[in-house]
């Protein structure tokens, strides 16, 4: 399984971003899709994630802010984020997981956001 992940840049505080990633691979249908960051010196937290079903999960930080989306045809899980500040500068990471006989967990190289105050 391979995650690409694409949309990272600098932005200024206030600005919107759209983060993508397409996973490929063999995926399980049933899965979850998410994003995480790590921010210099932090641990990695949770950003946002959504199940193939629709159900979603955001981190206290950005429930409000951002939006997470996915198409489960192309595998592929966005995030739009809006209000950008600056404690958002971070490697945003994308992932896919998914639960059989064992947990699968994949991570993508991650994008950098930096968001000039």
């Known amino acids: 399984v391979q995650l690409q992940a694409s949309g990272g840049g600098l932005v200024q505080a206030g600005g919107s971003l759209r983060l993508s990633c397409a996973a490929s691979g063999s995926i399980f249908s049933h899965n979850t899709m998410g994003w995480y960051r790590q921010a210099a010196g932090k641990q990695r937290e949770l950003v946002a994630r959504?199940?193939?079903?629709?159900?979603?999960n955001y981190g206290d930080s950005v429930e409000g802010r951002f939006t997470i989306s996915r198409d489960n045809a192309k595998n592929t899980v966005y995030l739009q984020m809006n209000s950008l500040k600056s404690e958002d500068t971070a490697v945003y990471y994308c992932?896919?997981?998914?639960?059989?006989?064992?947990?699968?967990?994949?991570w993508g190289k991650g994008t950098l956001v930096t968001v000039s105050s």
């Open positions: 959504i199940s193939s079903a629709g159900s979603i």
């Open positions: 992932n896919v997981r998914w639960t059989t006989l064992a947990t699968m967990d994949y």
